[in-house]
């Protein structure tokens, strides 16, 4: 079965800095990644995705992940973190029969 | 236009009540769903329509009764729940089945079950 794991509960970084969101997964065959953010109280707003082609890819509101097939990654990236970029933020993988399968998410914490 | 609308926002009832969420897309999407997420946890997936058709129940208990009227509408009937059912429930949309497609999320509905 298709799965994700995300090793971190709580990520924090000073505004301004760079930050990464850790995401590893496991699939058998293809695998389609999706980055989702979820802000507090509201739902889930999709940020980005890997299906082929260019493993850095290039999201909303300045985010991208790196897709490193033989790490069996997906890492979230920002070059500079912004306060407004807390959030809650889940990894997901595509799995068969229509299904997305979200890892147990990571607490971005930005302080000024 | 992403755009998927749920609508209550908010919703109390008691466990003898009967209830629906509703969920509407007009993004001509051929999938929708139903997910329920706790506090602090991922949304975990209750049901599927493909093609208006049910085409996965994840062995939801039979309070939770889905519905697709047609191609834009999604229906959660609500009945007889227990206080453990509280969570926000969220309605997504997909333009197909198709893995590398996109699916889109609906600002959820805050359901209390007093």
């Known amino acids: 079965a298709q799965s994700v794991a995300q090793p971190e509960d709580q990520v924090n970084v000073a505004e301004g800095n760079p930050l990464t969101v850790k995401c590893t997964y496991s699939v058998s065959g293809n695998p389609y990644l999706f980055w989702y953010v979820q802000y507090p109280n509201r739902g889930l707003q999709f940020l980005l995705k890997?299906?082929?082609?260019?493993?850095l890819v290039k999201g909303s509101y300045g985010f991208e992940a790196e897709f490193n097939k033989s790490q069996t990654s997906f890492h979230l990236k920002k070059p500079s973190a912004l306060v407004s970029d807390s959030a809650l933020y889940f990894c997901?993988?595509?799995?068969?029969?229509?299904?997305?399968?979200f890892g147990t998410g990571t607490r971005l914490q930005v302080f000024p | 236009d992403t755009e998927v609308t749920q609508t209550p926002k908010h919703l109390v009832m008691g466990m003898t009540n009967k209830k629906s969420l509703k969920c509407e897309q007009h993004m001509g999407h051929r999938a929708m769903y139903w997910y329920k997420q706790k506090a602090k946890k991922p949304p975990e997936l209750m049901f599927v329509?493909?093609?208006?058709?049910?085409?996965i129940n994840e062995s939801v208990p039979s309070r939770f009764s889905p519905e697709c009227p047609n191609s834009s509408l999604l229906n959660l009937h609500l009945h007889a729940l227990q206080p453990e059912d509280s969570a926000l429930y969220l309605c997504a949309s997909c333009p197909d089945g198709n893995s590398g497609n996109t699916i889109y999320f609906g600002e959820g509905s805050w359901l209390t079950v007093v």
């Open positions: 890997y299906i082929t082609g260019d493993n």
């Open positions: 329509y493909s093609y208006e058709k049910l085409s």
């Open positions: 997901a993988v595509r799995d068969y029969g229509d299904k997305l399968i």
